[in-house]
């Protein structure tokens, strides 16, 4: 979240200190980084993520754009709009898992490849869910942030985050559940 | 929504693609700053120099007018200082850059701002090198030491200052270390056989393990940048002054300037003459790093 350590980098970058921005990159690239990962499950199209999201900032900082404050959240709403394009362009497939994997957890095939599978579901369906259902999910119970810099991330209320992870989980429920289940019904 | 959990496992992150990340987004700034028009760099009683917080001192004025000279010299005004930031070594405009970078140290009103333009130059020796590994042309052995200069600067300027900013610069000089390496690491795997690589990595290894002391013992930190650097300021172009900062810094033999280490021992190379060169060889001072005569190249026995 927003430090005054932040704040002064963001100062500084504005001014194209390289040290500043080398802080910057080294301080929110891993970060980043796990964020892509956890969405697209491709260590590649991570990279190109990371790579992107800062190329955009560099670019704003150039234009004399570019956040103010709140540079995390900055950075995060790149990420998750490049991820969304990629979404529109590349969706992953919901393939409806077999019941049956579950039935034995010691038997073939292991319990990683299961969990595997589970994850390109997840992925699957949240690529299902509107963008900002899927920002304010994934920021809440994958990346663990608070309410406060889940809104600033949005760029919406404290209170409006919250009506928003109530429709979210139910529509990423309904989604799961046609995908267990095999049927049609994805809707939103 | 437990099994939401199962997104938060990650596999490691491939150290030479983050390091190629990094490399390329420094990269990137660099040249969108030497790119940025001049006038946009001005700012009211400052030169064509990068942004900095300078004071127009006497001296400040007297470079100034050097820095002119030279640059109307290659054939450009203000803008070949600004151009030449992009610039690698064994290109025309790379002696400005570097020249540049010496003014600047030179002229830095305090450590931690000295400390924070070391860190800079290290970042763009590593840029530089990685740039010219990507064009498949050898480094040449003047950048690598440079590049150790200024991690041996950065240790004695950091071992100048009291414990308070001691702190700050090394938890800044470990995180960006830690960068660095990863960048290292990556042109060590790309030259198998450039022992002058491997050793500046392992150099930087040394330089996290002395920055980790420092942040848990900074009297000891002090006593072994001591050992290493015997006598050394830390401060370019101030031949046998103290600098503030690093008043008090015990030093066997006080020998804080000259042209260089005769003995080959790490030395940043204070010339006295307002010049931060990192030598590692005798008669270093005043060498064109990246011409061909003048250097053996760490890649000449390169694979490729």
Redesign the interface.
């Known amino acids: 979240m927003e430090t005054v350590t932040d704040r002064e980098l963001l100062q500084r970058a504005q001014?194209?200190?390289?040290?500043a921005?080398?802080?910057i990159?080294?301080?929110w690239?891993?970060a980043l980084?796990?964020y892509a990962?956890?969405?697209l499950g491709e260590?590649?199209l991570a990279?190109e993520c990371?790579?992107e999201t800062?190329?955009r900032f560099?670019a704003a900082?150039?234009q004399g754009r570019g956040p103010r404050d709140y540079l995390q959240a900055y950075l995060y709403r790149i990420a998750h709009n490049w991820i969304t394009d990629q979404y529109r362009s590349h969706a992953p497939l919901l393939v409806p898992l077999d019941p049956g994997l579950h039935a034995d957890p010691e038997a073939e095939p292991s319990r990683q490849a299961i969990?595997e599978l589970?994850?390109r579901q997840?992925?699957a369906a949240l690529s299902r869910l509107t963008p900002e259902q899927r920002q304010v999910?994934?920021l809440k119970?994958?990346e663990e942030w608070d309410n406060e810099g889940i809104a600033r991330a949005l760029n919406r209320p404290v209170g409006a985050i919250k009506a928003l992870q109530h429709r979210a989980?139910e529509s990423?429920r309904r989604i799961l559940i046609s995908a267990w289940t095999g049927s049609e019904d994805e809707t939103n | 929504m437990d099994r939401l959990e199962l997104l938060r496992g990650v596999p490691a992150r491939d150290p030479q693609a983050a390091a190629a990340g990094r490399a390329h987004f420094l990269a990137q700034a660099e040249a969108a700053g030497a790119l940025r028009p001049v006038r946009a760099q001005r700012r009211p009683g400052r030169s064509f120099l990068p942004a900095f917080p300078l004071r127009a001192t006497p001296a400040f004025k007297a470079l100034a007018a050097v820095l002119l000279v030279l640059a109307l010299f290659f054939a450009g005004a203000a803008s070949s200082v600004a151009a030449a930031q992009g610039s690698l070594p064994g290109e025309a405009l790379y002696p400005l850059k570097t020249l540049s970078e010496d003014v600047l140290l030179s002229l830095a009103p305090s450590s931690p701002d000295r400390l924070s333009l070391t860190l800079d130059f290290g970042d763009r020796r590593l840029v530089e090198m990685t740039g010219l590994q990507s064009a498949g042309r050898p480094i040449p052995q003047g950048v690598v030491d440079r590049f150790e200069g200024e991690l041996d600067q950065a240790l004695q300027l950091a071992a100048g200052m009291s414990d308070p900013g001691m702190a700050q610069s090394l938890d800044r000089l470990s995180r960006r270390t830690q960068g660095q390496m990863q960048a290292m690491a990556v042109l060590v795997e790309h030259n198998p056989d450039a022992p002058l690589l491997a050793d500046a990595y392992a150099r930087l290894q040394e330089q996290a393990g002395t920055a980790e002391l420092g942040k848990s013992d900074p009297q000891g930190f002090r006593l072994k940048v001591n050992q290493l650097f015997p006598g050394k300021n830390g401060t370019p172009g101030n031949g046998n002054k103290t600098p503030p900062g690093l008043e008090g810094t015990p030093g066997p033999n006080g020998n804080g300037s000259g042209g260089g280490s005769a003995q080959g021992t790490p030395d940043h190379g204070q010339d006295g003459k307002g010049g931060h060169k990192a030598t590692k060889t005798p008669g270093g001072h005043g060498r064109a790093y990246g011409t061909p005569a003048a250097t053996r190249e760490s890649g000449e026995d390169s694979h490729h």
């Open positions: 001014n194209h200190e390289l040290q921005l080398a802080e990159y080294d301080r690239s891993p980084y796990r990962v956890r969405l260590a590649d990279e990371v790579a800062f190329s560099l900082l150039k969990e589970e994850r997840l992925r999910i994934v119970y994958v989980l990423l």
